[in-house]
């Protein structure tokens, strides 16, 4: 069995920044991309950032030059630094890994979501 959990999200003005945290724990033989999406009121979930196994990260136009993702491989955990927050930054922002487990095959798992809410 494999968990994501999140930690970090919460309420922050027009500016600032947050932090998001993701650990992966259980049976864990490797783990590929890990990475964040987004989902906010009415709309679709969608892509915020990504980062491969090797560290090569990408990034959802939107939030070019204000998030930064990063991972520890030796911890299984990836984190979403977040600065010059906007408003249309409010979602619940999840985190997902590709994760292969003992005696098992490559699956994507996702974390319970945490929120995210910028507003003065």
């Known amino acids: 069995q494999v968990q994501l959990v999140e930690s970090g999200g919460g309420l922050v003005q027009p500016g600032g920044s947050l932090r998001l945290s993701c650990a992966a724990s259980?049976?864990?033989?490797?783990?590929?991309?890990m990475g964040w999406k987004r989902q906010a009121p009415g709309k679709e979930r969608e892509f915020v950032a990504g980062?491969?196994?090797?560290?090569?990260?990408n990034y959802a136009d939107s939030v070019k030059g204000r998030f930064t993702i990063s991972r520890d491989n030796a911890k299984n955990t990836v984190t979403l630094q977040m600065n010059s927050l906007k408003p249309e930054d409010t979602a619940v922002y999840y985190c997902?890994?590709?994760?292969?487990?003992?005696?098992?095959?490559?699956?994507?798992?996702w974390g319970q979501g945490t929120q995210v809410t910028v507003s003065s």
């Open positions: 997902n890994a590709d994760i292969r487990v003992v005696g098992g095959y490559l699956t994507a798992y």
């Open positions: 980062v491969t196994s090797g560290g090569v990260a």
């Open positions: 259980g049976s864990i033989v490797s783990i590929n991309g």
